[in-house]
């Protein structure tokens, strides 16, 4: 297996632009290779009834995908009245993945939406929604403390995530849409700043893996985020 | 009343890019000023039950905002369950107003779904996005052309659209956000290059207009029309 | 074109009943020729939640049709579990032109409810909605007089509708289903009775039409829509 | 207890008007006293999947009352998205008591659906509507018959129901709302012109009810669905 | 016609199983031969809206069944987004029958939910899902009396159900499945231990039945009924 | 930590009952210590859509828990009318989990639902529903077999899984539910007999975790899985 451009352990060519969208107080387009999101952070100063009262705050996801972000047009969940599984499972690890690095009593009594809606999917899309998101939260906390609103950034590092995958029995880093397509084994790696582990996630596609596949996927995946913390620094910086 | 770096008679900056988006045979991104919207051509080689079989074509359309297109946060519809009452009634006139251009059976047994998502929203959403469809749905047609599925095309003339407004008893065109807000008067034409109406929709939102202010609206709305047909033909010219 | 029984300038014969059910506020069965709509008001003492605190009332409509008020049965909309857009698209019009004829601030912190339903429908179902759903408007407002729980009428202006359109090149007054059907275009027209304007929504059906098509439309609709007030006086004089 | 205008024993006053909708195959206004429920047939040339190519037909019902026609607004079900299981439960309950006395083969591969449609309430609503459908179903049957697509009525013999009930320890027949809202027992029974049970239902509301209240009920129900019969032969004679 | 193991008037073998499930306050197995349902009893220390700050509580209850509690798999009503009208009516005739033998003021301001659910099907799963529940019901009851939390039970007596049918012309008392499936008459009847009703439903499923035919059966559910009471107390009693 | 009954490396008592319920091709009850899960296997002679024609089958999964299953009732998703999120990532997950042992070519054109409904719920719900549904899709194809519907067991090896996690920094197998709910991470593996990986998912719920503990919790789950699958030999050879 050979790929075009790049080597089996590269990432594709990561894109990260603040202030994408005027509104929202984060607003980031993230770019994997081809694939593009938008990642929005909007504040609300209000929390979901369980937490009312209890001075923490919460921070929660939604995920879409434009109709035709894909090869072939998908019908619109909001005309088909509801959201599939894989949606709401996306969104859900969005949401508990930027949850991990956030302190909720820091943050105040306030929700922070993340959204995040592909424009243009070819492959890891979850992930550079977490990234992306990640960039977004940042800034969403920056207006919050230019406000006054809070003291101190609940933000405890950060967070980045990647997909790896096996191919032709080989381990690859970061899967475009035909890659995972032809994929054995899907596995996406959500980790934080100091090296540790928010979510695992790997799925057999085709064939059982084993022991070794897992641990040289999980190789590839800890060297890819670790390039990832540094594309979010230099956005950050900027 | 004094608008900021324009007259009340002028269009706000007018921008429309092709391929924006990779996947689809149409890809635009129109801007009105701050509002952007995506708007995708897809064709389907199938076309509704009521059709089947008639050897004519459907074009229709699907509209929606990201949640945080605006100043704050609306919910995602698709995690309602529902569209609301304004989104099927924006995605119908866009549907109606681009079907009044196309020769159905000239088109042949087959649906373009134009979808138009606002990632940006300033006002003008709708009149923008039948504008910036149009130029997909060009583009849509060339590459049906191009593939030697049609010989001929469908479009029969060009068609945009454009708001106009009465704000403190004077006639506006192409209102943003906060000039719609103050609106006594809201009003959309559709027209096509020949210089013939295919929607006109007028609501008076604080008091009844009377003859003379229809008139006027209406004039301006001519006049920004046949400006947006110029964007048009420059960006196909592209 | 030739019509039977009228000119192509005469509304068909008008009929408002009132009182035509026993326990609503108000309850006007209205027919525009085979057209019939029952049309009631209910008051209720409450706002919805974006209107609480702030003194001002709220008017709203909701509109439906019996699943064989048509020519072929239609399923119906509480079996389907949704609304179609047409039906929402009806009842947000004939909501804003009845709010534009009142004061809300003297209609006191309740919501009148305009329910229309058509038991016959034979073209013209939304103008007649309208016609009838003011008087009930009206017949309600004087309960609540009545039971000196507002002082003053919170009415500004009675308010009426009626459709026109271009069938065979020639603007016709009030149309019924089978010359909707065979129109090139067809505009509604929303007026109060001081002569102006509350909705203006016109759509090219076949091809699209001119200025002075539009013009032709808009005369004749003045016309008509001034009987109606008539009618709508005669009725309440009763 | 004393009951004005009718000894405990006696039905309200009943009426059945039929043509009053123009569209339908069959359509009839049904009245017992205040309560008026509009009962069309209409027939498709069609049946559900589960009978397709059997050769026999089917017959359904529908159940609805505008929001209004009961004391205070109830919210449309539409509205809702969803129909409640009382609606639920008395659509199903029409569709039995007719299909009872319907031969299925006789009928041939169509569908008549009765949508009964209340449009005002004062008890009894789903018995007026059973009596009131079979009246729209023979003249259903009769359009059938006429036009020659069947060769012999499908119908066995009449239908028609009764609702009964224990107030103060007393048998009443044909309860209106006001006594409905009072009563111990509540009891609705369908029965057949040759004097047999199709539904029987009976629901003790606040006390458990004995053998002897039971058979005091089904006498009384007898009594008056006999008279039902009656009132729809003549509406069937006129 | 002869039935294998019982005669016409027996019950099918009965069994009551306290304690099935750890967590609820009342957790029952019933079984009427194979009919198999999980009665469960739960405690809420609030009630439904349309009660708060009356001091009365409520009962009330769910039913579903598992999708291969039948003979062939039906599709889940989760799934399909919506409950069957069969699954609505017959949970609103076990909340009402249980209802019909709790003292509300008693129970004081809280709701008992009561979920039956069918692990396995044989015919006569609402009369068991009765019987059952009540001994749930009398199990969660006890545990507020043991808590303090009421001072006095507020069940006034015992409830149990029964179906009975016409096969063959003949009256059977417990109808299995493959009886129900050809029966021509069904009858539910749900009896107090003092001897009076709480609901009884009959449907001609094929034929209208006599009134002789009507006696025979509640003949017969009334001797059911009473074994029925026989078998709670045996339960209850260990 | 210590632990009653049991060391931190060990399952809790497991019990596998096959032909819990009388009509599925397979029906299981597996008991993880107190989670209790009905697990059916259904077999249907037909394959969804996207399936037809190309002659292969397929495996899919849908889970539940009665509402009472838990400490606390939670409302009914038929009720509600959507599945929860999680409801639907469990069942993807089941669904998954089972075809990755099933060769679907030859399966044949044939669908099997695998039902896993909770009756009682303590914790690895979703484990004990993948180990139980395993041995109910083992009778359903020895059904298929024996009717000699196939030749040969589509099956390449058995399939099992167990939840891991860690509780006071130190790796616990096969968590009830208190020791999930004080969890700090929270791991499911699942595996084949032949020792590979179908499905790896950890989830940091309150702090990322390290290689280290990882590695500590994926051999656990390896022992443990070896112990399931002797487990589901005994069940099926009895």
């Not at 599984?85 to 996306?90: A, C, K, P, S």
């Not at 009594?109 to 550079?128: K, M, N, P, S, W």
Request: with cysteine.
């Amino acid at each position: 297996m050979v790929r075009a451009g790049r080597s089996l352990q590269q990432l594709r060519p990561i894109s990260i632009t603040r202030h994408f969208i005027k509104h929202p107080e984060g607003a980031v387009l993230v770019e994997f290779g081809d694939t593009r999101v938008i990642c929005t952070a909007s504040i609300e100063e209000s929390v979901p009834p369980f937490l009312r009262g209890k001075g923490t705050g919460w921070v929660t996801a939604e995920y879409s995908m434009l109709p035709r972000a894909t090869h072939t047009r998908s019908s619109r969940e909001a005309a088909k009245g509801k959201q599939s599984g894989r949606t709401l499972e996306i969104q859900r690890l969005i949401g508990r993945s930027l949850r991990a690095v956030t302190d909720m009593a820091k943050l105040g009594e306030r929700t922070i939406y993340l959204d995040c809606d592909v424009i243009q999917a070819d492959g890891g899309t979850r992930t550079a929604s977490i990234t992306g998101a990640y960039v977004a939260l940042v800034d969403a906390i920056s207006s919050l403390l230019a406000q006054g609103k809070i003291a101190e950034s609940p933000l405890k590092e950060a967070v980045a995530a990647v997909s790896v995958g096996i191919v032709d029995g080989q381990a690859l880093l970061d899967l475009d849409y035909q890659e995972d397509s032809s994929a054995e084994v899907d596995m996406n790696f959500v980790m934080t700043s100091s090296g540790r582990f928010v979510e695992v996630q790997g799925t057999a596609e085709a064939e059982p893996f084993t022991l070794e596949q897992m641990d040289a996927m999980r190789n590839l995946a800890m060297t890819g985020i670790n390039q990832l913390f540094t594309h979010q620094q230099e956005a950050l910086s900027r």
